[in-house]
């Protein structure tokens, strides 16, 4: 699970970039691009927080960022993400996690379910960003799992 839970994480951050990428040399008038890829962030951010115990700030979750601001909060996830997943075991991804959602209600799943909650929920979102920028007529990030493995494997 260890090896398959990494893999992800480096296609989620391969992924996010190409996505980010697009909005910066397509620069898209449709705002719903950069608040769904804000959204994907700002998520990845609270669960970082909750499943590591650390207080969750949501005053400002509804609100998208800038182009910039997008550009250096994805850098600062990149780097928290990175030393998170550094430090995974099998054992730790078999522990449970306790944790409340942002209505307050509690509740505990498995680390690995989470983290694979966390690629498929910005799998979906990324696959919505791409609709938008196809309709606009604009080039749609190519995202796809079997693109990441081929880049990476040349």
């Known amino acids: 699970m260890l090896e398959f839970i990494l893999n992800m994480h480096k296609y989620d951050k ?63 996830l990149n780097g928290l993400t990175d030393n998170y997943f550094s430090t995974l075991t099998e054992e730790k991804l078999s522990q449970v996690i306790e944790y409340s959602n942002l209505q307050g209600k509690k509740f505990g799943n498995k680390l690995s379910d989470i983290l694979i909650h966390l690629f498929n929920h910005a799998t979906y979102h990324r696959g919505q960003i791409a609709q938008l920028f196809r309709k606009e007529d604009l080039r749609a990030p190519i995202t796809d799992y079997i693109v990441f493995k081929r880049e990476k494997s040349m």
Do not use: G, M
């Open 14 to 76: 391969w992924a996010n970039q190409r996505v980010l990428d697009r909005i910066l040399v397509d620069k898209p008038k449709e705002e719903k691009i950069v608040s769904l890829f804000t959204h994907i962030l700002k998520a990845d951010d609270i669960w970082l927080k909750r499943i590591n115990n650390e207080p969750i700030n949501t005053d400002n979750f509804a609100q998208s960022l800038n182009v910039t601001e997008l550009q250096n909060f994805l850098n600062e």
